[in-house]
């Protein structure tokens, strides 16, 4: 199920686009918002444990390990 997210940060993502490409980075401005497919989980963190969520988008792309924190639910 997709869900349309909006970015409460201004940051740079690594994106996956298949297995055999090099990672591309793409710059998410504050307020924009994506439809995407998330896979939560958590990652131990040096100050503890951190809910992350991988971010699977409508065009195939895929962004990993971002904070929940960094983004809300529109829908």
Same mark, same amino acid.
């Given at each position: 199920?997709?869900?349309?997210? /909006?970015? @409460?940060?201004?940051l740079? *993502? #690594? =994106? /996956? @686009?298949?297995?055999? /490409?090099? +990672?591309?980075?793409? !710059?998410?401005? !504050?307020? @924009? $918002? +994506? $439809?995407? $497919?998330?896979k939560?989980? %958590? %990652? $131990?963190?040096?100050?503890?444990? %951190? /809910? *992350?969520? #991988? =971010?699977?988008? %409508?065009?195939? @792309?895929?962004?990993?390990?971002?904070?929940?924190?960094?983004?809300?639910? *529109? #829908?």
């Open positions: 199920m997709f869900h349309i997210i /909006e970015f @409460t940060e201004e740079l *993502v #690594d =994106l /996956e @686009t298949s297995p055999k /490409e090099w +990672l591309e980075q793409m !710059r998410i401005h !504050r307020g @924009t $918002q +994506l $439809q995407a $497919q998330l939560p989980y %958590v %990652v $131990q963190t040096r100050s503890g444990p %951190v /809910e *992350v969520a #991988d =971010l699977f988008f %409508v065009n195939g @792309t895929t962004a990993r390990r971002i904070p929940f924190g960094w983004f809300s639910f *529109v #829908d």
